[in-house]
């Protein structure tokens, strides 16, 4: 599942609602905040290159059945801090910091480099079929260029690459905060939406066993990992060991 929306939205905190019930690892850079994780029983890698990520994907290829879900949050800062190690390299290859590369930012071809890197590791992740994985996104608006139309999209860097990503998902949900009416009282709640509208970008694969959608009505509000796992026929895994296995040095649980 992917799960987009505006920074801060809660998409961390929608995460670390399943801590308690599925063994969750998620995988995050530096810049990315893991503060509402803490004390969830989520567990977190940190990734700051090229060369940490494909660690990461070695690591889920032998030991992938030791968690229920795998986090990518966010694959919108993944990406960027995948982009300064593809830039990095070119320095170094073409003349080092005083050569005329280094007074350049990224070109065509590191963004290609970058691209490639990233879709290989959902495909793969994806492929495995050995845990769940889901994918968080900041949104940003899209326009079709040939269509004209505007709607927001999961950030991800390069030509259809929120298509590519969106279409390895069984499911893509907008996330966003909705002021409405409870018992006489507005409050402000989280808001899944998992139907596509002109505005934002969702889908939801999932069918009940006599067809209908499993989210009554597309929308899903104050959700929670559980809840959302429970509809999609993911079972919970209190009963037995939540630990994952941990890569030596690379995972660091929330408490």
């Not at 929306?5 to 995988?27: A, H």
């Not at 968690?67 to 080092?96: H, T």
């Not at 009505?217 to 939540?242: Q, V």
Request: hydrophobic share 35%; charged share 25%.
């Amino acid at each position: 599942m992917l799960v987009h929306g505006d920074p801060g939205v809660g998409k961390t905190s929608l995460i670390g609602t399943g801590g308690s019930d599925y063994r969750t690892l998620i995988i995050r850079p530096p810049i990315d905040h893991a503060d509402p994780i803490v004390g969830s029983g989520v567990q977190e890698m940190l990734v700051s290159n090229w060369e940490d990520i494909f660690d990461a994907l070695e690591y889920l290829r032998h030991e992938g059945e030791s968690w229920d879900w795998v986090w990518i949050d966010s694959i919108s800062l993944l990406q960027d801090i995948g982009l300064d190690d593809v830039y990095e390299s070119a320095i170094d290859s073409k003349g080092g910091r005083s050569g005329a590369r280094a007074r350049f930012g990224p070109d065509r071809g590191e963004y290609r480099i970058n691209m490639w890197r990233l879709e290989q590791f959902i495909r793969f992740a994806v492929g495995a079929s050995l845990f769940n994985m889901g994918v968080t996104a900041h949104s940003f608006w899209f326009t079709d260029p040939e269509l004209g139309n505007t709607q927001l999209m999961p950030w991800i860097q390069g030509r259809a690459m929120p298509q590519k990503i969106c279409g390895m998902m069984n499911l893509v949900a907008y996330m966003e905060v909705v002021r409405r009416e409870v018992r006489g009282q507005t409050r402000e709640s989280r808001v899944l939406r998992v139907n596509k509208t002109e505005r934002y970008y969702a889908k939801c694969q999932f069918k009940t066993p006599t067809g209908e959608p499993v989210f009554d009505g597309g929308s899903i509000y104050n959700p929670t990992m559980p809840e959302i796992a429970t509809a999609l026929g993911r079972k919970s895994t209190a009963s037995r060991s939540r630990r994952g296995t941990r890569p030596a040095g690379r995972t660091r649980k929330g408490a």
